[in-house]
């Protein structure tokens, strides 16, 4: 049975996208990697990594997704 993900924690995209956990972390932090923050956790869209794959930068400088209000 395959379980559909539709966010992961930020070691979990790290793991993903062969990087750090710290660089993930500045990413969302500078709002180059989309994320939201859910009780104390932050999650990622699996579809921002794989547009940031895609891309190279998903979002703008200093926004979250709560900051921008968007869904995506």
Not at 7 to 18: F, S
């Amino acid at each position: 049975m395959q379980v559909d993900v539709y966010a992961v924690n930020i070691p979990e995209a790290a793991r993903r996208l062969g990087l750090s956990a710290r660089t993930v972390a500045t990413l969302v932090a500078r709002g180059h990697l989309m994320s939201r923050k859910v009780g104390r956790r932050r999650i990622i869209p699996v579809v921002a990594l794989e547009a940031f794959v895609g891309t190279g930068r998903v979002g703008r400088p200093g926004a979250t997704q709560e900051d921008s209000g968007s869904t995506r």
